[in-house]
């Protein structure tokens, strides 16, 4: 019965923290909510414009996806819902099926949505969270940057109230060069101020608030209510002052209500025309999702459960199909400030969806004169923080391959759209890993004298004997390197040195695959044949274990040594170990 229960908690994480629930952490978690309901808002219809999709299905997108995730997953602090990367991802891939503004793009985006929740949830179920360590933090972080610049130019046309259009930054700024002479000149100010507010409130409102006396926790949730009072200033002034008569661009309608229930398509050349696509939404929203997530969950030495995230978001993605939204994921910002704002449990994100859920039911009709460039101002303030540049110069002193990677994802998605950029991120990934791992590091090494140590012969003063190589194996042995291996024992012993043993010390080998232990074979018979001897030193149980399931070690022409020290002194001089300690007692002495 305790195992059930135990395996139930594990796929049902609201059964944990529900049991310890009180009245001091509902308190925290309404508090919490509220000040990301002030800040989702704003946010969520923006992300929605971005993404091309009418402004309410960012609404709808942020309520049953909080619901979903607070049942199944595991952090305390995560908020899910639309994200600036995903939203222009989501572009891409919906806009190569249909035309912005038509029922077949918002379907499509459903569909989308859909797909990518049902592969999350396969990989979740079948814990393969591991495939997501193929994309290399580099990779990512200068696609992130690459996508912050491409989503800040793709809102100066509404910035400027024109009409610009582009896949890549090469587009959208000839596009926006071409229909510059088209400048709304209210339109502009409303962007640019609005632009300069939102910057100003990030990091001057809060300490302005508390000079004039407000408590922390006060200041705190005005500061972060700050979109929410341009939305309102804006919209009142375009209401007032009847400025979309004079050109400036509104979002117009927005459907009062409950989110509908939708079905995704099911049609298999829609799926198979936008599978792609949502298998990069989920590894990109998983993993920006989960380094949020274990970020915030280590300030409270808390822990989260990779694979169950998968499951959590992939719940999250097919609630968002069946309520009229699109692919969402744990977003950096708004979890940081339900982190700061106190949340302890994932119920928060579940009362932050009843705020938007309120807002949906009765505050759209007041959406009605909000200007677009309000919105744009938003998405700009947001994506801004997302750019980093200092990756090309950390990673160039760093690592020259690690730097080209970066550099490669940059260009690309900068020069060739999000989904080209994404998708060489990911084969970049995998390539370097291949790359770094097919070459390893392979030092020839020898006895630090006065101790048992063995140490790189040309970094370090140490004992060596002509007659016996040690050669230390830096990474686990397999199909792509283990001709690496090969070749480089080969050239080692090509030379005029009495070499009468070799000993592959394998202290940092923790897997040999088949392709690998054929070349140990072949590494055996060849030195076998010119009269050398093959050991192995310092070898792990379960890579001896599998050794010992394949005739090599009784065909091998040596010993397996426990440590590389037993190796030197069984095959050099018995009495070393005597004279090895009483050069530790001179030391000592």
């Known amino acids: 019965m305790l195992l059930k229960r135990a395996m139930l908690e594990r796929h049902l994480p609201i059964l944990q923290w529900s049991k310890t629930y009180d009245k001091d952490t509902l308190t925290s978690d309404l508090v919490a909510a509220v000040i990301v309901t002030i ?33 199944f997953g595991t952090s305390r602090a995560l908020a899910v819902g639309p994200v600036a990367v995903v939203s222009l991802m989501t572009a891409a891939a919906v806009g190569n099926m249909a035309l912005q503004g038509t029922a077949e793009y918002a379907a499509a985006a459903v569909t989308l949505a859909f797909i990518s929740g049902v592969i999350l949830l396969v990989l979740g179920i079948f814990r393969l969270g ?39 930054l090469v587009e959208l700024v000839k596009s926006l060069f071409e229909n510059q002479h088209l400048t709304n000149p209210i339109t502009l100010f409303i962007g640019l101020t609005t632009t300069g507010f939102l910057f100003w409130v990030r990091k001057g409102l809060k300490p302005l608030l508390l000079g004039f006396g407000l408590k922390p926790r006060l200041a705190d949730i005005l500061a972060k209510a700050g979109p929410v009072g341009a939305v309102v200033l804006t919209t009142l002034a375009t209401w007032i002052f009847g400025l979309a008569d004079k050109g400036v661009k509104i979002v117009g309608d927005v459907p009062m209500g409950l989110p509908p229930l939708t079905m995704p398509s099911f049609d298999g050349e829609i799926w198979s025309s936008l599978f792609v696509s949502a298998l990069l939404i989920s590894i990109i929203g998983f993993v920006e999702s989960v380094s949020v997530a274990q970020t915030l969950a280590a300030k409270k030495r808390q822990r989260i459960t990779p694979d169950q995230e998968l499951v959590g978001l992939g719940a999250s993605n097919i609630a968002a199909a069946i309520s009229g939204g699109y692919p969402v994921t744990g977003g950096f910002a708004r979890s940081v400030v339900n982190f700061d704002a106190g949340a302890e449990t994932p119920a928060a994100g579940a009362f932050t969806a009843v705020g938007i859920l309120f807002a949906a039911l009765l505050l759209t009709p007041l959406l009605f004169f909000l200007p677009k460039a309000t919105l744009a101002a938003t998405i700009i303030v947001a994506v801004l923080s997302l750019v980093d540049f200092s990756i090309l110069s950390r990673t160039w002193k760093y690592s020259k391959v690690d730097f080209a990677a970066v550099a490669a994802t940059i260009f690309l998605t900068l020069g060739f759209g999000v989904e080209i950029g994404v998708s060489t991120g990911v084969g970049l990934s995998v390539l370097l890993f291949l790359y770094k791992t097919s070459r390893p590091h392979v030092a020839e090494v020898g006895l630090v004298p006065g101790t048992q140590h063995f140490r790189n012969i040309l970094r370090h003063d140490v004992q060596t004997n002509p007659n016996v190589l040690t050669l230390r194996v830096d990474e686990s042995l397999y199909f792509a390197n283990a001709r690496f291996l090969e070749d480089y024992v080969y050239d080692r012993i090509a030379c005029d040195e009495p070499i009468k043993h070799v000993v592959l010390q394998c202290s940092a080998v923790n897997e040999i695959d088949m392709s690998a232990l054929e070349s140990l074979e072949a590494i055996n018979h060849r030195l076998t044949d010119v009269g050398i001897k093959l050991h192995l030193s310092e070898v792990k149980g379960p890579v001896m274990d599998r050794l010992k399931r394949s005739h090599f070690l009784e065909e091998m022409s040596g010993e397996v040594y426990l440590s590389q020290y037993d190796a030197l002194v069984a095959l050099t001089r018995p009495d070393l170990a005597d004279d090895i300690e009483s050069d530790d007692k001179r030391a000592a002495e």
Not at 44 to 64: D, N, Q, V
């Open 39 to 71: 800040m989702l808002i704003p946010q969520s219809l923006a992300y929605a414009l971005l993404a091309g999709l009418p402004a309410e299905m960012g609404l709808y997108a942020s309520i049953l996806p909080l619901v979903a995730y607070a049942i």
């Open 130 to 168: 591991f495939l997501a360590n193929f994309l290399s933090h580099p990779v990512i972080a200068g696609f992130i940057t690459a996508s912050g610049v491409l989503i800040a130019t793709s809102q100066l046309k509404h910035i400027f109230g024109i009409d610009a259009s582009g896949h890549n």
